[in-house]
């Protein structure tokens, strides 16, 4: 593609505000060329910010008259599936935000409808473009963690301002809109594991509604258990609740509320608090191999004492990512996959899978049963 994907926006709320750097420091690759949303100020608002003279409220009518190759689906979770049908059967390739659809016969009709179109179906599954992930998985595969045997993450989310509440309410909170915090928070760390140890075959889950702000049976403290098809063991638990605070450079963070664990026969990767900005999921990654070294050696073997190797970042440079921003690298992955007609490496037929754990945990939660990942 000698010219730049031309990019129309639709949904114009605040996730937008993560995918317009792409659009203006690159070009050269990725053009935005028209703005829809249902509130026309919100659209006028974006349109300004981003420099661009299209605004429409109407999706169809920016299908037609759009000078676009491309739709950015930044809409509510509800409105992702039918939206992004939409576009597919129009001829545009399409980049939604996660999650990918509130239930597995959505996911399945936007890889059919993109396969049917000749179209590219990726999905924004930001951490997976970010230099840390990548650093993983480079590790990975490069055997410096052996044989993954057992994964872990860990979520709680702190009690918020009760004008954030209200304001994500239908997104966070309400099942019925795609809210609890599967959906809107731990998809992300059930992708990411995915993108390091592989596919789910079974799982055993519990998931319970124990804040008032969740409505219509909406999770916010969940349990499972993940077999993963290479044997690995994982535990997922997230949970309502406060988190003690820590320092960085005099300044008063949060402790972690997010992190990950991976364990493998030649070592331990583990995230670590989110301290800076950049690292708002998850702080350094850090590894420890499983030898452990004496402390003396000129000691007798019988009497010698040993210590566990300290934990040192994983080194994140020349990763082969454009930038250090996970929402810009995605979408220039994005307008390359469209050029080359590669696979995106988050694309809809691979998400499906990420979407599957999900549903899983709903079922298993609902029938106090293990679910087979392929039955659903």
Not at 243 to 261: C, I, K, N
Request: proline share 6%; aromatic share 6%; charged share 25%.
């Amino acid at each position: 593609m000698a010219n730049p994907l031309k990019v129309g926006i639709l949904g114009a709320g605040g996730i937008t505000n993560s995918h317009l750097p792409a659009y203006l420091e690159h070009p050269d690759r990725v053009q935005l060329t028209a703005v829809c949303d249902l509130i026309e100020d919100r659209a006028n608002a974006l349109a300004e910010k981003a420099g661009v003279e299209n605004v429409y409220t109407d999706l169809d009518e920016m299908l037609r008259e759009g000078d676009i190759d491309a739709v950015d689906n930044c809409t509510f979770h509800p409105a992702h599936a039918p939206l992004t049908i939409a576009c597919a059967e129009a001829g545009k390739h399409v980049i939604v935000e996660k999650p990918m659809a509130t239930n597995l016969q959505e996911c399945q009709a936007m890889v059919a409808a993109a396969d049917k179109a000749g179209v590219t179906l990726m999905i924004a599954q930001d951490l997976r473009y970010s230099p840390e992930a990548f650093a993983v998985k480079r590790f990975i595969d490069e055997g410096r963690l052996g044989d993954i045997f057992a994964v872990r993450t860990n979520l709680l989310s702190p009690r918020v301002p009760p004008r954030i509440e209200r304001a994500r309410q239908d997104r966070y909170a309400d099942r019925m809109q795609g809210g609890g915090t599967l959906m809107s928070v731990q998809v992300h760390h059930i992708d990411l594991l995915r993108f390091y140890v592989g596919n789910v075959k079974r799982l055993t889950a519990q998931c319970r509604t124990v804040s008032p702000r969740m409505v219509n049976d909406a999770e916010d403290l969940v349990a499972a258990i993940l077999e993963f098809e290479n044997g690995a063991l994982g535990h997922l638990f997230a949970g309502p609740g406060e988190t003690p605070e820590d320092a960085s450079d005099g300044r008063p963070v949060t402790a972690s509320t997010r992190s990950y664990m991976l364990y493998g026969t030649e070592g331990t990767i583990h995230s670590t608090p989110e301290t800076l900005p950049e690292h708002h999921h998850f702080g350094r990654i850090m590894f420890a191999p499983t030898e452990k070294q004496p402390i003396d050696r000129s000691i007798p073997a019988d009497a010698e004492r040993w210590i566990h190797p300290a934990f040192e970042p994983i080194d994140t440079s020349g990763v082969g990512l454009p930038t250090v921003k996970p929402f810009v690298n995605e979408i220039l992955h994005f307008e390359e996959c469209i050029r080359t007609g590669r696979e995106p490496i988050s694309s809809g037929r691979d998400n499906v899978e990420t979407m599957k754990i999900i549903y899983g945990i709903w079922e298993s939660s609902r029938t106090g049963q293990a679910v087979e990942l392929d039955a659903l």
